[in-house]
Each structure stands twice: as C-alpha cells, then as structure tokens.
C-alpha cells in the first residue's frame, strides 16, 4: 500500500466555502488526499496487516488535518481579540457593579425581613405573655369571690359549682403580621424563597470535615455536593445543611 501524505500548505485559489473568511478551513477538508480516505475510514474495519496500515497512516493525517483546522480557527479569531477583549472589558465592569447593587439588595432585604421576623415573634411572645398575665387575673378575681360569697352566705351555700366567676378580661386578637414573601413595585417585584445549601459545620476545619464526610464527596466537590443537597440529600456528614433565603425577580 502506497503511504498516505499531506500538504498542509494552503493554495491561493480552490474549493468552496459558506462563507470566505472560512475558505482556507474549508480547503484543508477538501484536498485530495482527505476526499479520497474519508469514505473508506467510514466503512473500515481491520482485519488484516494492509487494513491496519492504512488505519494508523490515516490517522496520522487526520490528526494533522485537525491540528490544521484548530490553526485556522486560531487565525480567523486573531483580528477580533482585540475588540473581544476590549468588549469583555467593558461589560465586565459594568457587570461587576450591577452584581454589587444586586448582592447589596438582597443582603439589605434579608436582613429587613429577619428583623420583621423577629418583630412578629416578639409580638407573639408579647400577646401570649398578656393572655396568660388576664387567664391569672381572671382566676384570681374568680377565687376572691368565691371566697367572698362563701364567707357570706355561709356553709349552706359552700357548693360554689353553681357561682359563675366573673369573665375574664378580653384581650383583642392580635395576628402577629409576617413579612410578606413577595413585593411588587410598578416596575416589577422581588419574591423570596428558600433553597437547600450547605456550609462547613461549625467548629470544624476543611480537613476535619473531610474524616467525617463520604468518599463521594471528599474533595468538596462545591457542585456534586450542591446537586446532591438539591436532589434530597439532607444528612451529608460534616456538614451542615439548611434553607437560604435567595430573592427571584417576578
């Protein structure tokens, strides 16, 4: 069998292409010498010493045709970097400012809903703490008259089973209000969920969290682990495993 060559130069003129700027690509893929083992390596399985032959010579030169396309592709993109980075640049400042309104946004509205959180346990606490301060009133001013009475009317009316104590103080129902979990504005809204994260449990090192936590995760593999917590996992040795508030635009 003849060996298998390539000129991996490109010629002024010939072939065709979709578009020009890919035409030296384009004359790489259509040089004889590729036209004429593109179907044969299609069809080829290897059987004996000829068909190995080839299929080691063939791919040698397609590993070089490869290597080709990759210059090219190289040398297309070369009169854009300049403008791409210089894009890139731009809109990478832009971004990182933007990112730091959002990330200040959602700090400051979390940090208004756990103090609304915390207003409306302290609420509760407060309404619960006056219901049981009138229950004891009630009981108190019930006991004093019926002593009152007994000591009136004598032994003879001592079953007090029949004396209704006076009702005791109402106090107004008061819902403690929690924080809404979604806010509209005319230009649009914030709605606050809860996703399931993760963190180093406290008080323990990386290094000390890796003797406790499964060999699948012994890397900290930030995304396997991530995946796993959302897929349902909820009892990772090592770590710890909660709901963090994250705030979706409407």
Do not use: C
């Not at 509209?184 to 406790?212: D, F, M």
């Amino acid at each position: 069998m003849s060996k298998i060559t390539m000129d991996l130069t490109i010629p002024e003129e010939g072939g065709a292409a979709t578009e020009p700027r890919f035409l030296p690509a384009q004359q790489l893929l259509e040089r004889p010498e590729i036209t004429a083992i593109q179907g044969k390596i299609d069809r080829l399985t290897i059987y004996t010493q000829e068909e190995r032959m080839f299929a080691v010579e063939s791919r040698t030169l397609v590993s070089k045709l490869g290597k080709a396309l990759e210059a090219k592709r190289k040398e297309a993109l070369a009169p854009h970097k300049k403008e791409t980075d210089a894009i890139n640049a731009w809109f990478k400042e832009r971004t990182e400012k933007v990112d730091r309104w959002l990330e200040h946004l959602d700090r400051e509205l979390s940090a208004d809903r756990r103090r609304q959180e915390e207003a409306a346990r302290k609420q509760r606490e407060e309404q619960e703490a006056a219901e049981r301060k009138a229950q004891e009133e009630a009981r108190a001013k019930a006991a004093e008259a019926a002593a009152s009475i007994e000591e009136d009317l004598g032994a003879s009316f001592s079953n007090l089973d029949a004396v209704m104590p006076p009702e005791a103080p109402r106090t107004p129902d008061v819902v403690a209000q929690e924080p809404a979990k979604t806010i509209r504005t005319a230009s649009g809204g914030v709605s606050v969920r809860k996703n399931w994260t993760w963190e180093i449990q406290e008080g323990l090192t990386e290094e000390q969290a890796l003797a406790l936590i499964p060999v699948a995760f012994h890397s900290i593999n930030r995304g396997e682990i991530t995946r796993a917590v959302q897929s349902g996992s909820r009892d990772i040795p090592g770590l710890h495993i909660y709901q963090k508030e994250v705030n979706a635009d409407l």
